[in-house]
């Protein structure tokens, strides 16, 4: 296995991303005034902040499963400019990003209020009709393209990868556990059938939409700037509603049929009301929901592709248990 943690604690990994930081504050004629530092290192990513004249600016890298990142964030920073956290600059080779700090994020506020998920989901919903014509210059970036066509083709064929690993190793599945999740694809097909009727086009999926991944708005007026989009897939927009959902049953310690929810899942869908009536729209959120499970599951594996063993047995876990949920109600019982 890889051991990416150990590359961005070593000297030369930093070495040499102080030395892209200096040539790009050199070219826009910044100032640094004092040593990068190095808030954290996960698996998945690792981030520098930088001290300028011209205030912090945040340096990331992504693990080589999400590798891309920095490329569709330079994209979606000119497709939807007020939507995003655009990077200063980035290199691709490298997937590196240079980001100015845009100050606190939505979870500062530290409100429960249900008009908070309101205004991510909906301002999200805002950012997916801006990118929804531009799908395939997407692609190009490097986005995933998780279409609801393919899912359970997608499982399926997954499904020969973990059956066939050595019994110890932790993305393991017997026999037993990939008949069962075998068993549910009939759901997944009967999900995208269900979405083949309503015509809202694909667009983006952040998967892992909440308050710590958009800033503050500079006025109560403007739009929420996002940002992390490494598991972030092209695929049917409402499974971006995956994340919020499961987070706001834990944040109110609540069931799916909370009112709240409803509102808010419900204000999201006015956002798209050009495209059907919002009874019709209701009926493409749970099997949306579930492709949500698939995109999730997705995303840890293209990150567990490239894990030290430490961190296989820590989030392999994460991974399956998508798969064994696949069909699991979300907002239905």
């Not at 590359?7 to 910044?30: H, K, N």
């Not at 986005?143 to 997954?158: D, G, I, K, R, T």
């Not at 495209?275 to 729209?281: G, H, M, N, R």
Request: with cysteine.
């Amino acid at each position: 296995m890889n051991n990416p943690r150990a590359v961005w604690a070593s000297p030369e990994w930093r070495q040499q991303a102080d030395q892209w930081i200096d040539l790009v504050l050199g070219s826009f004629g910044v100032t640094r005034l004092g040593p990068t530092e190095q808030p954290r290192i996960r698996f998945w990513s690792t981030q520098l902040t930088v001290p300028t004249d011209h205030g912090r600016l945040w340096f990331k890298e992504n693990n080589l499963g999400q590798f891309a990142e920095a490329s569709i964030m330079s994209l979606l920073g000119e497709l939807a400019p007020d939507h995003v956290a655009a990077p200063l600059a980035i290199e691709p080779s490298r997937g590196w990003l240079l980001t100015a700090d845009h100050g606190a994020t939505l979870d500062s506020v530290g409100s429960d209020d249900a008009s908070i998920w309101a205004r991510i989901t909906g301002d999200f919903a805002d950012l997916q009709q801006t990118v929804a014509p531009h799908g395939e210059r997407l692609a190009q970036a490097g986005l995933v393209v998780m279409n609801p066509e393919v899912a359970s083709n997608f499982v399926e064929n997954q499904l020969l990868l973990h059956t066939g690993l050595p019994s110890e190793h932790p993305l393991y599945l017997g026999p037993g556990e990939a008949d069962d999740i075998v068993r549910r694809l009939p759901a997944i097909e009967e999900a995208v059938e269900v979405l083949r009727g309503v015509g809202v086009p694909l667009s983006l999926d952040h998967n892992d939409l909440h308050a710590r991944n958009c800033f503050l708005p500079g006025s109560s007026t403007d739009p929420l700037r996002f940002f992390d989009f490494a598991d972030a897939s092209w695929a049917h927009p409402f499974s971006a509603l995956l994340v919020p959902v499961t987070q706001m049953r834990e944040q109110w310690n609540t069931t799916a049929d909370d009112p709240r929810i409803l509102a808010v899942v419900d204000a999201y869908l006015d956002h798209w009301t050009s495209y059907a009536p919002l009874s019709e729209l209701r009926t493409a959120v749970e099997p949306a929901l579930r492709l949500g499970g698939v995109h999730r599951y997705g995303s840890w594996l293209r990150l567990l592709v490239y894990a030290d063993d430490d961190s296989m047995r820590a989030y392999a876990p994460a991974a399956l248990h998508y798969l064994r949920t696949l069909t699991d109600p979300v907002l239905t019982t």
